[in-house]
């Protein structure tokens, strides 16, 4: 059966909390995904993954 791709990434801009689906590339066979280089909203270069900002969140 052909692999299918993983839901891709997500990241959390930890300023203005803006979501941004990571940029994906395919190498080797696997796909990685990168956060943003920076926020289009408030031009911060600090993101978290997604689910490691809702696990913030919710403690
Ligand atoms: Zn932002």
Do not use: K, W
Not at 4 to 12: G, H, I, N, S
């Amino acid at each position: 059966m052909a692999h299918t791709p993983e839901l891709p990434d997500r990241y959390v801009c930890t300023d203005c909390h803006a979501v941004y689906v990571g940029s994906v590339t395919h190498e080797d066979g696997l796909y990685h995904y990168s956060a943003p280089d920076e926020c289009a909203a408030c031009d911060s270069t600090e993101f978290v993954q997604f689910d490691q900002y809702v696990n913030h969140v919710l403690g």
